[in-house]
């Protein structure tokens, strides 16, 4: 299915010209068909060729203008309507200007009442005024929806129209902007909208703002379907939400795929930013929400909305003047999750930072690390070096690993290592199975829950230690005395590092020696007659009472050596 819009002048013939070419009436409303004049959204559809065609019928009033960009806002193509007898009117003018505020590029213009003038006049001027706009150069046929003259004509061109269009995602995310909702007797709830991209299909659980709904049943063409691809228009039997929650500018949307947002930063199309009006309407999908605007840039604003909306980077929506009645500006979103502007001179800098080549790099730098599935419901493609699940800006992941190397040199002098999550804590990693990949090519490993270069300690501290070391080689059981350890600058914080690494044992306060002295005295006290006393097991291990005590009460926990009660002890086993 297509979906074209109409757009023109109040009376210009867009409802007569549906009727002609669908069959159906598009005004829905008693009073529309009354006075002749639409109010509201209108919608038919016929089958051209292989392809079938349906059609938004918007009023072409002044006062209806909101609902016309209702319709408009969805819009993948236009039929724009001029009569012949007429020509360019006020309401043409606006109609074109939403339009290509609105960045619709795929049209065709149609000179209706070609019975009551001659159109050349009309047509050249329309074509004139859509050429300069985001329309370009279109196609033009002349009609008469009275007589029928040109319409097959105009189906032709319409073939051709929707032939060019290009091709939806249907496995793209939902966002099925709402134009109506109604209830129907024993079914419950009821929204329309234009799908311009996924599928719906009964079952499906939506979003509907932070309710969760499900499909009931769907309906295209006046048909039931189970399910409805883009494009399309579409009606959606809701369960779980009563037709009093429901209104035009609500969005159904595949869960946790979409940022709503009640502040985003625009490029503006048409006005520069300070010429614009600080309080606006803005108006994007089917939703028109009051908006403050704040000029970063010449072509750039922080908009601030009323009422929060799922965007992503990309979108196209325009902001109007209630008051002047007029279309302010087009804009294009940049950015769903901008940063606060809370110093002077802050959004100047701001309006800097917008005109970089690379939005999804710029929003990477500012936070250094992003969920790489973030990106893709932000509206950006995936920037930087994946790191597991995260996407890390490559400057920021330098730093943080030079930065992680003096954290834990600084720290390796009163400790054995950093604990992992002190130093995730310290570097703001915003998640834990980040460290081990940033400590990558480091020269730094993990083990135990700590953070240590290998060997595990400062320098000094290691220079210090390989001496103690290589006393306690030439003679295991003779701990070096209180002096000699402040004189190598082994205080008691690195030397329960050592301890902590295994490269010293700690058998009491100040007292310490090698990492296997548990080891090598009891292969020594078993070679002693058992049972033995503490003498003679300092004797045999050329040790001192200072030592040997502490040594043989660390044994006994051990389980290997056993007090006898006596002043004696034997070796278990």
Known sequence: MRVIVTAGHVDHGKSTLVRRLTGMEPDRWAEERRRGLTIDLGFAWTRLGEEDVAFVDVPGHERFVPNMLAGAGPAPAVLFVVAADEGWMPQSAEHLAALDAFGVGRGLLVVTKADRADPAAATAEA????????????????????????????????????????????????????????????????????????????????????????????????????????????????????????????????????????????????????????????????????????????????????????????????????????????????????????????????????????????????????????????????????????????????????????????????????????LRQRLGLPAPDLVAPLLAGTGLEVAGGLVRRPGGLDPAVEKAVGTIGKRLAEHPFRAPEADELRALGLGRRELAAAVRLGRLTAVAEGVVLGPDVEQRAAAELRRLPQPFTVSEARRALDSTRRVMIPLLERLDAAGVTAPLGDGTRRVRG
């Open 127 to 422: 074509l004139r005024e859509i050429a300069a706009t985001s329309l370009g150069a279109v196609p033009a046929v002349a009609v008469s929806g009275t007589t029928g003259a040109g319409l097959d004509e105009l189906r032709a061109a319409i073939g051709e129209l929707t032939g060019g269009l290009p091709s939806p995602d249907p496995g793209a995310d939902v966002r099925l902007w709402i134009d109506r909702a109604f209830t129907v007797s024993g079914a419950g709830t009821v929204v329309t909208g234009t799908l311009a991209a996924g599928t719906i299909a009964v079952g499906d659980e939506l979003l509907l703002g932070p309710a969760r709904v499900k499909v009931r049943g769907l309906q295209a063409l006046g048909e039931p379907r189970d399910r409805v691809e883009a494009v399309a228009r579409v009606a959606v039997n809701l369960r779980g939400t009563a037709r009093g929650e429901v209104r035009r500018g609500d969005v159904l949307l595949t869960p946790g795929r979409w940022h709503p947002t009640a502040e985003l930063d625009v490029r503006l199309r048409g006005a520069d930013a300070a010429d614009l009006h600080r309080n606006l309407v803005l108006h994007l999908g089917t939703a028109a929400v009051p908006v403050r605007v704040r000029p970063l840039g010449t072509d750039t604003a922080r908009l601030t909305m009323a009422s929060a909306l799922p965007l992503r980077v990309g979108d196209r929506g325009l902001l109007r003047d209630p008051g002047e009645h007029r279309i302010a500006a087009g804009f294009d979103v940049l950015d769903v999750r901008p940063p606060a502007l809370a110093r002077r001179g802050a959004a100047r800098a701001r309006g800097d930072e917008l005109a970089g080549p690379d939005l999804a790099r710029t929003y990477l730098h500012r936070h250094g690390f992003v969920r790489a599935s973030d990106f893709p419901v932000l509206g950006l493609p995936e920037p930087g070096d994946r790191v597991g699940d995260w996407c890390a800006d490559p400057e920021h992941f330098a730093g943080l690993r030079t930065k992680a190397a003096a954290i834990v040199r600084d720290w390796d002098a009163l400790a054995a290592g950093v604990p992992v999550e002190a």
